[in-house]
């Protein structure tokens, strides 16, 4: 009977978010079972440098239901590794704005940075998330040690090889991300999810932008998805995620939105990566004794990655401890909460066309615009498009609720009061 028990060995392979979660969740369902493991992290890279080499390649927006799901680790961030408050999304599209504001003050969504900032950023490094993370679950009791895993061979008990040791273990977790090589042998049958490439960067930060509004764009270059421009602190983050971006996207992205304009000594660019992002969920990602957790396994389209890998990493904790380690236990108490993950995503691309499609119709995008601009001064319960649109950006809501309140009664009166409106108008 594959059960984990006291003295058992639990190897998490990478030690961002998605490992760090999976760890620190053991910790707590393993005291609530009244066990004792050996939880251990193996990650090679240190958090604490700035630039690519030390960064985990993402946006880092944290929406504010993974603020409230920190809060049930007992984990309250810090000041200093928050790099803004966020409460305002602005959209630009043909050369005019629109500002979305946080539905609700209670909705926090923060910036902050996986790595300690910039390759070219100036002193002080802003401190960094993954590291705060990754010393709690240090601080919790769990093992962190610098190594990188080669391979893990599947066994009656997994054997994890690094250049210095072989590790065996009851339970492997694997946590490697899309960016980086899965080191699971063939054997295990695992293959990764199908992925698309952002292009980033970081600047810093215009005195003409706030530091709390997230601005979005759509038009340059071709085959953008959105782009977005986040602040951090001194600096901003360049995000763009889009179809086939040639290699000077962001390039082409300052200089067909104007940015050039806004510094007459120069633009200078501090870091630069093409990240990969995870739009399907992978297959084989569970077997006897091994389960891979965050993008790994399957993330949410686009959006709030750091809060999927919270839900994956607890999930696949929790089927291990009051479950057990069997495949079986894992495809009965694990797959279903990424088989919802994968329904939502369905949603979000539906949510994402139909985006797509409304900014090309000039009349439906018109009549969208005055939908906007009449919720504005209504209470939170009636701007709906309003909700849709920061849910779509934030991360903060499943897809699928945005989708129905999209195609709701009163949104869909709203959108066709405005178009009769724009028509006589």
């Known amino acids: 009977m594959m059960r984990l028990s006291n003295g058992s060995r639990v190897v998490i392979v990478g030690g961002g978010p998605a490992g760090s ?44 239901s993974l603020v409230r799901d920190l809060h049930t680790l007992g984990l309250n961030l810090p000041d200093e590794i928050i790099q803004a408050e966020l ?29 300690s900032g910039p390759r070219l950023g100036a002193p002080p490094f802003p401190n960094t998330f993954d590291g705060w993370l990754l010393d709690q679950a240090r601080e919790s009791g769990v093992i962190v040690q610098r190594a990188r895993v080669h391979s893990i061979h599947p066994s009656p008990h997994p054997l994890v090889i690094t250049a210095q040791e072989t590790l065996e273990a009851d339970l492997v977790i694997v946590a490697t991300g899309v960016n980086s090589r899965t080191p699971l042998d063939p054997a ?97 990602y569970f077997a006897d004794r091994m389960v891979a957790v965050g993008d790994a396994a399957v993330t949410r389209l686009y959006k709030n990655g750091i809060g999927m890998a919270f839900i994956t990493a607890r999930a696949a904790a929790q089927t ?25 995503n ?43 649109l920061w849910g779509m950006f934030s991360g903060d809501e499943p897809y699928c609720h945005l989708f129905w309140m999209s195609l709701s009664r009163s949104a869909l009166m709203n959108i066709w009061k405005s178009f009769r409106e724009s028509k006589h108008g």
């Open 346 to 388: 369905l949603y979000g691309r539906l949510l994402f066309s139909l985006w797509g499609i409304t900014r090309h119709i000039p009349f439906l995008l018109r009549a969208w615009e005055r939908a906007v601009a009449s919720e504005i001064n209504q209470p939170p319960q009636r701007q709906r498009h309003i909700r849709i």
């Open 21 to 64: 979660f999976a760890a620190l969740h053991l910790m707590r369902f393993t005291r609530e079972a009244g066990l004792a493991l050996e939880v251990r992290i193996l990650e090679p890279r240190d958090f604490s440098r700035p630039g690519p080499g030390g960064c985990n390649k993402c946006a880092g927006i944290l929406s504010s």
């Open 320 to 344: 291990a401890i009051q479950r057990g380690v069997p495949r079986r236990d894992f495809a009965r108490g694990y797959a279903p909460i990424c088989r919802g993950i994968v329904a939502d």
């Open 188 to 284: 295990w049958g695992y293959h990764p999810p199908r992925s698309e490439v952002m292009a980033q960067d970081e600047i810093f930060i215009p005195t003409e932008l706030c530091g709390h509004c997230v601005h979005v764009y759509f038009d340059y270059p071709p085959g953008l998805i959105f782009g977005a421009l986040i602040p951090k602190g001194r600096y901003a983050n360049i995000s763009l995620l889009g179809r086939h971006l040639p290699p000077g996207a962001v390039d082409d992205f300052l200089d067909g939105n104007d940015f050039p304009a806004l510094f007459p000594d120069g633009l200078h660019m501090l870091c630069g990566c093409t990240p990969r992002v995870a739009v399907t969920a992978a297959s084989g």
């Open 87 to 115: 409460d305002t999304y602005i959209l630009h599209m043909d050369k005019t704005e629109f500002q979305i504001h946080r539905p609700d003050s209670e909705w926090r969504i923060m910036s902050v940075y996986r790595g």
